[in-house]
């Protein structure tokens, strides 16, 4: 079956950098889009990031353009969400998602989804 599993969260200062990894199977990874959501506590989920199949279009969210990178890595099956300069307020659940086709910000088109891994800054 397919599977996403997230990794790379944890606890960081204001100002601090994370690399978040998303490892994916069960699926033709370089034939799907793939993104980023986040989620904070009482808040609906989000979207952070998405990549195209080639990772040629990226699409970001304004509250994060220019301090986050996606990157993806077709032949080992893996997406990456590279976040500096963090701030308390992008303390939330990340999750990776994949879709079959076109490049999209919207959760509910997301086929696939991973289980979250936790993002903390400390302000």
């Known amino acids: 079956q397919v599977q996403l599993v997230e990794s790379g969260g944890g606890l960081v200062q204001a100002g601090g950098s994370l690399r978040l990894s998303c490892t994916t199977s069960?699926?033709?990874?370089?034939?799907?889009?793939v993104g980023w959501f986040r989620q904070a506590p009482g808040k609906e989920r989000e979207f952070v990031a998405a990549?195209?199949?080639?990772?040629?279009?990226?699409l970001y969210a304004t509250s994060v353009k220019g301090r986050f990178t996606i990157s993806r890595d077709n032949a080992k099956n893996t997406v990456l969400l590279q976040m500096n300069s963090l701030k308390a307020e992008d303390t939330a659940v990340y999750y990776c998602?994949?879709?079959?086709?076109?490049?999209?910000?919207?959760?509910?088109?997301?086929?696939?989804w991973g289980q979250g891994t936790q993002v903390t800054v400390s302000s």
């Open positions: 998602a994949a879709k079959s086709s076109g490049l999209t910000t919207t959760v509910i088109s997301y086929d696939y």
């Open positions: 069960g699926l033709t990874f370089s034939s799907y889009v």
């Open positions: 990549a195209s199949w080639s990772g040629a279009r990226t």
